[in-house]
């Protein structure tokens, strides 16, 4: 597995055993860590390669290795947001000449049908899913609350994703705001769950605002966080 860091995923694959190279790579242009890509690639001899990210250098560079099956897992994301032009021409000039294609969705795959040249016969669906018994709330909300430093009497309002523009945490933000000064209930918590690039830009508005929410970041257990939820937030621009 290729990362582009080293954090908690990296760590729970190692402990399962899991052969895990973290590249530093944070753009798609960068030649020295591509070439890095690209000798491991060719020191390990993979059968398939499993590319889940739009990095453009190492998605083409990728293609040269033509005996090795090379696979693309779409599931949205910026496909279907603010810059669907790039990513028809990252279709266009490299995925369509991968060997199969997984989209999330019935609606992404006529997506890219409809908006790029890759033939239809190459995607399949594979639907993303979860255990719905991890999720059933079996844990004890009042410790945890205390935990999190969260009066108990308090209703708690949160949302999770990645901190950046896809997941509206702005929006959960200005809506925190305005709950504050709709409500004369004024026993409430509000929760921010995940990390991501923009928690400063959030982190800053949040204190111009005057408002108190918590960031927890990265969390493994999210079933155990979502029990202490009241309501959440499902704030997702894309």
Known sequence: ?????????????????????????????????????????????????????????????????????????????DFIGNNPARDIKFYNYIIRFYNL???????IKEQIIKLTRVNPKKIKIVYVGVDPEKYENNFDKESLKIQLKIPIENKVLGVVGRLVEAKGIDDFIRTVSEIINLSSNKKYSF???????????????????NLSIIFLGDQQDIPKILSVFDLFLFTSKW
Request: aromatic share 12%; hydrophobic share 50%.
């Open 191 to 209: 929760l921010i769950v995940g990390e991501g690039p923009l928690r400063p830009l959030f982190e800053r508005s949040v204190l111009e605002s």
């Open 101 to 107: 294609i997984f989209a999330n969705s019935n609606y």
């Open 1 to 77: 597995v290729f990362l582009s860091e080293r954090g908690w995923l990296a760590e729970e694959m190692i402990k399962d055993g899991v052969k895990v190279y973290c590249l530093g790579m944070k753009d798609g242009f960068s030649i020295v860590h591509a070439l890095k890509l690209l000798t491991v690639i060719s020191q390990v001899q993979p059968q398939i390669i499993n590319v889940h990210a739009r990095n453009y250098l190492c998605g083409a560079l990728i293609l040269f290795f033509v005996k090795v099956k090379k696979v693309f897992f779409e599931h949205g994301g």
